[in-house]
């Protein structure tokens, strides 16, 4: 039995776990409601986006920038166009917040644009939310370059040649799916607090932790008997998760079987070092009220700037380095990589040396700061 | 008395947090198989005591002895012999009876075979076998408790310490744990360390007591000879059918009498450090006098006397506990 005794605590600790659904589901199903909350807050490209034209000419250069904006509204559903004659009208609904922009096009502008004129459109956004405006600006911007690349075309056919199709290199994902990455990692680092350093800190301020200090236990009994119990409840919770996931998105693991090996892998590596990084931190609080105030700020300050809601590349620099040691930046990035490119181990290396390394400066940290006297 | 006879020796056992004395030299030593009791009023540093000699606290100076094994040097051969049963109700309130005592075992590294054995049969001398498999949250107080005395005896240690055990019970469940507590006197020798300040308790559970204040030892014998330390101690309750005045008076040079004292009406208070000899005196006296004794009572004193005449009545305030200006109660400093 020596040398085992951590088995007790861990099992102590599951049987506890158990015994209190609601905290597994809570560790479940806090992620999935902030994937549905945050998949329909956010969203990838902006949609229905209420414009309002005033076609003041009916040529046909006029004609086709209202057909590409009418595209945007059947197609990708950026705008959601209506039709006003009355160009004060239309402003001052647009002033009241009904509507996010106003596209003028003047009388005589397709006349203009025959002539080789210059012919311009107006635009008047509601530029206090920059998001919108700038979406707006780029969608006529896209629709009026049709107009001109179509009329210069006719008289400079080499620039003809150029045009833009895009493809891509992996299957489509679409941002509800590409959020599921983010939110493994934070049913990990829920799981994380929920499952180890909270039910330490709670039994401490219970005096629990009294009668098993007088016991025979050494420290790395006690330590890595709350570990275990810990990094198997939160791998657990984060793997349901991710099938949870991929099913509410229709999503499945690109790499098949050896994929979803490593993805496992990489929850666990994740889970110790989330674990052995709370309980570093918050291992000696006296009260399980500092767990629960420390654990939504580090929530947040690991989370968001993890790259699984925006790229880290977009990022000021020193956002940027933040993120570049923050371990969930490394597990979003190499379950994104596994999960819906179908990468092998070389393609995400990196990311695991990382998870490695940070586990293991982690774990020598928690067993530092664990005390095993009052 | 040599050292193997000794369960408990201190060594001018000391524990200082910053400026603050909580326990100060202390000596004692108890025998194997012994009641020992620590008695104190409340900040008098007897839980530091012990939670230095169950290795929670490192002794500041001084040395302390259990089951043979210096608790700074062998802290894990200290903990492998003792059972401690602290203040607080430590059983896990989501395990049930069986599992609480059977992880505990497993805390000792006892084999499946000896926790079932061991387990059944301590759930059974705490009146606890029928409720076993339910959860501890469904325990009464009194319950958790017996069942945590029944934990602490898994792995048959050499030493019980047990602190306040009875605090919050009900009379009855109180009465389960004395009970309790004198089978295992009765039917083994393990040596119990009890920790009260409930002088009942004490008196009839404790083959001797060591009445603690300030952090000191200030008196240690047997219930019987710590009475005995107090001079005057039986009272005499006397009423005279005419004249106490004059009766006092006559009184007070007469041997075996420490003290006389008009008590309202025509009642008298006195006290003797031999009642049994001092009321037929008394009596005869009384009648020599042309009065009437119409009511003579004598009475012990009760350790309570005993602990006040000790610790004086003054209430004691402990000593402010030091909590971080940053995180307010979340993180107090340890005492």
Known sequence: MLGLKFLAIMRRDLKKLTRNPITLMATVLMPIVYLVIIGNSFQGQLKHLPVIIVQQDQGIYARRIVEQLLALQAGPKTVDVTFESNIGEAIDDARDGHYKGVVVIPAGFSHAVAEGRIAQIGLFTDNVDAISSGTLEAALAQAAATVHVSFVTAREPKLNEISLRPSWLFPYVDYDRSLIPGVIVMAIFMGSLMSGVFNWVMDKFLGVTECYLVTPLSRWDIAGGVLASGVTVTSVAAVFVLFLGLLITRGRVEGGLVALLMLIGIIIISSTGLLAMTFALLGRAGHPRLVGTFSGFLNVILFFPSGAIYPVESFPPWLRAFAHYNPETHSVSAIKSILFKGADFAAVRGDIAFLLIFMAIMLVLASVSFKRTL | ?335
Request: charged share 25%; proline share 5%.
């Open chain 2, 1 to 335: 008395m040599e050292p193997d006879s000794l369960a408990i020796r201190t060594v001018n056992l000391t524990k200082r947090f910053g400026s603050f004395t909580a326990v100060d030299q202390v000596n004692f030593e108890v025998r194997r198989g012994e009641v020992f009791g620590l008695l104190g009023p409340n900040g008098a540093g007897k839980t530091t005591v012990v939670r230095m000699l169950t290795t929670l606290l490192t002794p500041t100076e001084g040395q302390g002895f259990v089951a043979g094994f210096d608790v700074a040097r062998h802290p894990r051969q200290v903990r492998e012999c003792i059972g401690v049963i602290p203040q607080a109700l430590t059983s896990d309130l989501d395990l049930t009876g069986w599992e609480n005592i059977d992880i505990y075992g497993e805390f000792f590294g006892l084999s499946r075979r000896e926790r079932r054995e061991r387990g059944h049969r301590l759930l059974k001398l705490v009146g606890l076998s029928e409720r076993s498999n339910d959860l501890v949250a469904t325990y009464s107080g009194g319950m958790r408790r017996r069942l945590e005395i029944a934990r602490g005896l898994i792995h048959s240690p050499e030493v019980l310490f047990l602190d306040e055990p009875t605090i919050g019970l009900d009379p009855q469940s109180r009465r389960a744990v004395w009970d309790l507590l004198e089978t295992l006197r009765k039917e083994s020798e393990i040596t119990i360390s009890l920790t009260t300040h409930y002088m009942d308790e004490a008196e009839s559970l404790c083959d001797r007591i060591a009445i603690v204040d300030g952090g000191k030892i200030i008196a240690l014998d047997t219930p019987i000879g710590l009475k005995s330390m107090v001079p005057g101690a039986d009272r005499i309750d006397l009423e005279v059918e005419k004249n106490p005045d004059a009766i006092a008076d006559m009184l007070r040079p007469m041997p075996y009498l420490r003290s006389v004292n008009r008590d309202g009406g025509n009642r008298l208070q006195l006290s003797s450090n031999d009642g049994a000899h001092a009321i037929p005196m008394i009596l005869e006296a009384v009648d020599a006098a042309g009065d009437r004794v119409t009511s003579i009572t004598v009475q012990k004193l009760s350790l309570e006397d005993v602990f006040i005449h000790f610790t004086g009545r003054t209430l004691r305030d402990e000593p402010a506990k030091k909590v971080s200006l940053l995180v307010g109660a979340g993180m107090p400093q340890q005492r």
